[in-house]
């Protein structure tokens, strides 16, 4: 794995324009110590300092700190014990402990291929040419039982003497930012006080000056605690004892798993050799965020979930989704458990899959990550870099698929019953502003009700004009015409129900019978008893 990845592409550069004015010269370097296994008892020639190769060196130290790290007896013991019989790699990845173990031995190679690749990428700056094509001896290491066996103690003493320096780096590299940064802001004062033609003895001048001057002061001081001002080939040294003592450690507990391709890959589908962990990580950590806030959603998200899902899983949703119940009804809370149950396990997969693909090629990244090593790291612990065990990475897809499927479904059903209640909300709202058939949209409306409050602040004619309005009992399912009417007497004095303007001018009807009356009459409110 590629954590903690240092070299920038940009910040190099920057680096070495803001390093310019600094004396590169460090304290003086003692010799390479004669006694190293790989010297053979040749004597070396001083060599050139690490200068700006400083924080590349710093980050190739950091991997093999986490690497030798890892491999020590607590995180051994706890790979075994807890990592390896966790439910999300035995759902995930393997049930069998011997294959896990052979994908644990695996993962410790390559990252044992990627230290050493850097330490011979190092070696083969170095001005002494017997650090040259170490590729060769490590070769030698895996074919042959090598001699150069180192103790424990001995190498975790060269370790800790690594990072130390590792760690001034770090705090070098930020000064070194904060040293440029000081500068352009000398720059700029004094550009500024040149185009208004005033003196360079103004106070905001001299404490640019006097910052300048203490910036530059540590940057040399950390300069000479640092990698910066070290003999390359003195840590080329240390790091070639340390790559030899992990390469034994990995064979001791191991066995020939650790240095043979032998995965355990038994022609499964794995994501991470398909490329595709990455995408599931962000695809699970997505899922987890709708179901944690499912009514305030943007409306692009499920648009945005849908494309993002597998083919596989695209294909198996609009069956799976039409044979839900839906009489079957369940609360938020209920979906909400029921999702919980697989992404408490699976979203630390995601996060674990996210970290470790970040920081490649930074040298912030980098920086911003304290390096630690030694006995003061709790189990599990590995400079907070995940094993590949802990990611996605070795994860059977059709297994992750089947996960991903279920999830989507109950996502379906939360956020369907997410919908329901919201609207459910709104009507209750509703209702409560607007009682049925009384609609408050116009004034003239609202001024039927007895509760307008607009009333007392019409004049005295147009109230006395409203009362008269209210006064009437208007009848059902009348037309306006009808209702303004009023009452009427026709020729014999009687008074009827004015049902239009000619209603009292047409011929007499009998409608004794109570009986009589049409179903239209009904229909169009005329079913009255006439008196």
């Known amino acids: 794995m590629q954590r903690n990845s240092f070299m920038g592409r940009a910040g190099v550069m920057g680096l070495e324009k803001a390093v310019e004015v600094l004396d590169t010269l460090g304290s003086s370097m003692s010799r390479m110590n004669p006694s190293s296994a790989y010297l053979s008892g040749v004597t070396s020639s001083r060599g050139g300092k690490v200068t700006i190769l400083a924080f590349e060196v710093a980050n190739t130290i950091a991997k093999g700190a986490a690497l030798l790290q890892s491999l020590s007896e607590e995180n051994l013991k706890f790979m075994k014990k807890e990592m390896l019989r966790s439910k999300g790699v035995k759902k995930l990845v393997s049930t069998d402990t011997a294959e896990l173990q052979i994908l644990a031995a695996s993962d410790k190679r390559e990252e044992l291929d990627l230290f ?83 003196p360079r003895r103004g106070e905001g001048i001299v404490i640019l000056q006097n910052e300048l001057k203490q910036q530059r002061k540590l940057v040399k001081s950390l300069q000479k605690k640092s990698l910066w001002s070290q003999n390359l080939e003195e840590i080329i040294e240390k790091l070639v004892d340390v790559v030899c003592y992990i390469r034994q450690t990995i064979v001791e507990v191991f066995g020939n798993n650790g240095l043979k391709d032998n995965e355990g890959k038994q022609g499964r589908e794995r994501l991470g050799e398909a490329g595709l962990s990455l995408h599931y990580a962000n695809l699970i950590q997505q899922i987890d965020s709708i179901a944690s806030r499912p009514s305030s959603l943007p409306s692009n998200v499920r648009d945005t979930l849908y494309n993002a899902l597998p083919a596989t899983v695209k294909t198996a949703l609009r069956p799976r989704l039409q044979t839900l119940d839906p009489e079957e ?31 490649f090629g930074w ?86 009700s007895p509760d307008f409050t607009y009333k007392n602040q019409l004049s005295l004619e147009d109230r006395l004009l409203l009362d008269r309005v209210q006064s009437i009992r208007f009848g059902p399912n009348l037309s306006k015409s009808q209702e303004l009417v009023g009452l009427k007497k026709n020729k014999k004095g009687i008074k009827i129900w004015a049902l239009s303007r000619s209603t009292g001018n047409s011929p007499k009807v009998d409608l004794s019978d109570k009986n009589s009356s049409s179903d239209l009459d009904v229909l169009d409110g005329l079913d009255f008893a006439f008196h």
């Open 116 to 198: 050493s690749g850097e330490v011979i990428r190092f070696g083969n700056m170095c001005k002494d040419m017997q650090w040259h094509n170490l590729d060769r001896y490590f070769m030698k290491l895996d074919t042959e039982n090598s001699q150069h066996k180192l103790l424990k103690d001995e190498a975790e003493a060269k370790m800790q003497e690594l990072v130390t320096l590792a760690r001034f780096t770090s705090e070098l590299y930020h000064e070194l930012q904060a040293l440029d940064r000081f500068e352009q802001d000398y720059r700029r004062k004094l550009a500024e006080i040149e185009s208004l033609n005033l």
């Open 329 to 359: 009804e369940l609360s938020i809370s209920e979906i909400k458990a029921e999702m919980e149950k697989s992404l408490q396990w699976l979203v630390p997969f995601a996060e674990n899959t996210t970290k470790a693909h970040q920081g």
């Open 363 to 448: 040298v912030g990244e980098w920086a911003n990550s304290r390096i630690e090593f030694g006995k003061g790291k709790g189990k599990g612990e590995n400079n907070g870099n995940p094993t590949r065990l802990q990611t996605l990475h070795h994860a059977d897809k059709p297994k992750v698929d089947s996960y991903v499927l279920e999830l989507v479904v109950w996502l379906h059903r939360l956020m369907k019953s997410s919908k329901k209640r919201v609207q459910g909300v709104k009507l209750q709202e509703t209702n409560h502003v607007s009682p049925p058939n009384k609609i408050t949209i116009s004034n003239t409306q609202l001024s039927l």
